[in-house]
Every structure is written in C-alpha cells, then in structure tokens.
C-alpha cells in the first residue's frame, strides 16, 4: 500500500479519504511492529540469564497470545491453547522465548507444507498447560518414523536442503538441559500413526 500512496502522490493531489487509510494503514502496521517488539526482546537480552517468575497461563494469555495470533493469521492456523492447570517457573523470559519460537516455527513449517499438498487441510495448533508441562502439538502428519528417536539430535531434519539445518529442536534441548528440565516426543500417536506431541517438562523449576 505504501508504494501505491507514493505513486499517487506523485501524480495526482491526495484527499481527506487517502489521507485517512494511509494513517490506519501506519497504524496498523505500528501496532504489529510493537506486538513484536515486544515478543522479541527478551530473547535478545537472555544471555544476561536474569531470571523471574512467570505464571504460564497469564504469560500464553498475555502479550505472547496477542504475538502468535498475530503470526498465525497471516498463516492461516487456528492457535488453541488450553490452560489445564497453570503453574508458574523462575527462568529468563528470554530463554523460555526462544524454546518456544523454535518448537512453534518448526510447527508451522509443517504445517505450510501440509497445507501445500492438501487445499482442504485446515491447521490447528495447540498448547497446553497442565502442570509441570506445556504440550505444544500441530494437526499437521506428525514426525517421520525415521527421525523420531534422533530428532533432538544436531542436524537431523527432513527439511529440504537450505531449508532447515536440524539445529532447531536440538537448541532447544539444550536451553531446557542447562535449566535441568527438559523435552520429550511422546508416544502417542495421531491418525496417520506418527507421534506428534512435545512435552516440556518444567519440573525443576517449577515454583507453584
């Protein structure tokens, strides 16, 4: 849109109407940068390893609610998230951040690719709260059978080359094993008989 306000102004005098549109247009655009801003800051910051409590279902139900609907809109996927029993950790907000964005944007990777093969496919993602875990799962195919028991190891991915580095899922492990907790694929599995979930076990530093 701003390309097209340019060029008009360019060419032909701008009225009360142009005028309006382009200030929502900023608006609206300002407002998703803060949304992001927001999101993103901590993770910049979290080598300082200060830490803080946080209460889970008011951290998903906060800002971060607000961050990842405005990321799945674009997307198109339904995020859900179910709050069963909120608990709430001590870590650095930054960390916790990264853990989750990298768990979440491998989720939607696959999801995209699903929804490239499938025009009917219609994408939900969940996190649930249930005290001391999060469980973070897509309605997407679920993990390969060939990948599952090395998937948080480095470098393993089923993404095409220059794509994805396998490096994602096993940072994460790390993160969570430097904070005695840790990640895990659960067994259980989906309708096309591959495991889907990831659970988050928070146990260790688990507050209330």
């Not at 300002?30 to 209460?55: C, F, V, W």
């Not at 993990?143 to 095409?160: G, H, I, R, W």
Request: aromatic share 12%.
């Amino acid at each position: 849109y701003n390309n097209k306000f340019r060029k008009q102004i360019q060419t032909e005098p701008i009225n009360k109407s142009d005028c309006l549109i382009m200030s929502e247009y900023i608006k609206s655009t300002a407002n998703g940068l803060n949304i992001q801003l927001k999101h993103i800051d901590p993770a910049l910051r979290y080598t300082r390893e200060s830490k803080m409590d946080i209460n889970l279902g008011d951290f998903f139900e906060g800002e971060e609610k607000e961050y990842y609907k405005h990321l799945f809109i674009k997307d198109e996927i339904n995020l859900n998230i179910e709050i069963i029993s909120s608990f709430v950790i001590n870590i650095n907000k930054g960390r916790l951040v990264q853990i989750l964005d990298n768990i979440i944007n491998n989720s939607i990777y696959w999801i995209n690719w699903k929804k490239s093969k499938d025009s009917n496919y219609k994408a939900t993602l969940t996190i649930r709260i249930d005290k001391p875990f999060i469980y973070i799962y897509d309605n997407a195919d679920g993990v390969s059978e060939s990948v599952e028991q090395t998937l948080f190891d480095p470098f393993v991915t089923l993404k095409p080359k220059g794509t994805g580095r396998g490096l994602g899922l096993f940072i994460v492990s790390q993160l969570l094993d430097a904070i005695g907790c840790s990640i895990t694929l659960l067994h259980k599995r989906n309708s096309n008989n591959k495991r889907y979930i990831f659970a988050i076990d928070f146990t260790n530093i688990t507050l209330s």
